[in-house]
């Protein structure tokens, strides 16, 4: 009985496309969940989040879910048990010793003052929610496709460009405010990443009621704080949190109190996209407008040390100095990949054993398969060099 002989490589091929995680492509697998959440930041809805003795450790108009992780203003490290509609309960994990060692490593940094960071690098920015605003100073808590959430954008743009760095700041609005904003700005996201940036940040503001909350004094002047926020729902969580860390641990140093907390919540936000892709939260919507852009100035001071970009200090004859980074060299993304590339290849694998129903005859139609197309990528090399022999011939 003829055996049919059956291609396995371009299935093979399809599969590693649908299971890799492609910016475009995978644009509605990533985002798919946040239909089901509440629309964020709306001022409609917040969540109170107490401790396992009834202390209250957070408040957050997000979304909360069973499986959401907090790292505290002081470093401490929760897990949500429990969601019943605006109460959330977390179990404390301890310290989180990775931020406390980033910490040190900082501490142990010399960062002279007057240091102006060299043109190197781009830092990308967005906003999913392009209506948030600060009610105290616009009016409003929303105006579509205008609120004051661009002027706190444009403030840290502007900080970073006064230090030397190089800012692609899309102001593409997103409107209307509901689930389906991130399915929206994630195409101004892949399209910043054309740009190739070092990170891509997406701004945003909280919607606490209680201004008290977000308010602090920093070095004599009132501020908002910040909060930074990653998606635990995408492969790049672990560099995605690796980042948030730095940053905290940097700013804590530099700016203590300004960083609210990290929150680690259900979603993907489009972190998908990068290493050091980040969600902020500056202040809340009845907080003013102008202490936001203050504490957002503060924050920008940790991003090019953070990153590694290299700053030039003044009296050492143009040498640099950066604070080193390796988010971009995380292993999660190439983990990622060879996790996925090794499933492909196991169904790969699976199939061409079923197909010849045995493992010879698995065997011996990969080799003849590999054998012929070696044959035929030759093929043409010989037919081109015979051709220039008989001209050589017919020149002789």
């Known amino acids: 009985m003829k055996i049919r002989t059956i291609n396995f490589l371009p299935l093979l091929g399809i599969l590693l496309i649908l299971l890799f995680p492609l910016p475009v492509y995978g644009e509605r697998y990533f985002t798919s969940e946040l239909n089901n959440e509440l629309a964020e930041h709306s001022g409609n809805f917040y969540v109170t989040i107490y401790d396992e003795k009834g202390r209250v450790l957070d408040k957050m108009a997000r979304q909360v879910a069973a499986g959401d992780e907090i790292i505290t203003e002081d470093d401490r490290h929760y897990k949500i048990t429990r969601v019943d509609h605006d109460r959330a309960y977390a179990r404390y994990l301890g310290e989180d010793r990775t931020l406390l060692g980033y910490k040190e490593y900082f501490e142990r940094v010399v960062l002279p003052a007057g240091v102006t960071s060299e043109r190197k690098g781009i830092v990308a920015m967005y906003h999913t929610h392009s209506d948030e605003a600060y009610q105290p100073s616009d009016g409003k808590a929303n105006i579509p496709a205008r609120g004051g959430i661009y002027k ?31 399915h929206r700005s994630r195409r101004t996201a892949v399209r910043l990443m054309k740009k ?61 109190g300004l960083i609210k907390g990290i929150y680690i919540g259900k979603g993907n936000y489009n972190q998908d996209l990068m290493p050091t892709a980040l969600l902020i939260e500056v202040g809340t919507h009845t907080n003013k407008r102008y202490e936001a852009e203050k504490g957002v100035r503060l924050f920008a001071d940790a991003i090019p040390k953070v ?56 065997r011996e139609r990969l080799g003849s398969f590999i054998s ?21 011939e017919e020149t002789k």
Do not use: C
């Open 152 to 182: 706190v954008g444009a403030a840290l743009a502007d900080k970073l460009s006064r230090m030397g760095v190089k800012v692609a700041y899309d102001r593409t609005p997103h409107d209307p405010h509901d689930a389906n904003a991130y």
């Open 307 to 362: 990153l590694g970009v290299a700053t030039s200090i003044p009296g050492t004859q143009g040498t640099t100095q950066g604070v080193r980074s390796d988010i971009a060299k995380s292993p999660g993304a190439w983990r990622n990949f060879f996790i996925v590339l090794i499933a492909a290849l196991i169904l790969g694998g699976a199939f061409l054993l079923i197909s010849t129903g045995s493992i010879s005859g698995a």
């Open 372 to 392: 012929r197309e070696v044959t035929s990528s030759m093929l043409p090399r010989r037919k081109e060099k015979t051709k220039k022999e008989q001209k050589d």
């Open 196 to 256: 190739r940036p070092i990170a891509i940040l997406d701004v945003h503001r909280d919607a606490v009621p209680d201004p008290d909350f977000y308010e602090k004094n920093i070095q004599g002047q009132k501020v908002t704080k910040i909060r930074l926020v990653v998606g635990r729902q995408n492969p790049q969580m672990a560099a995605n949190l690796d980042f948030a860390r730095k940053m905290k641990a940097y700013v804590d140093k530099t700016h203590p």
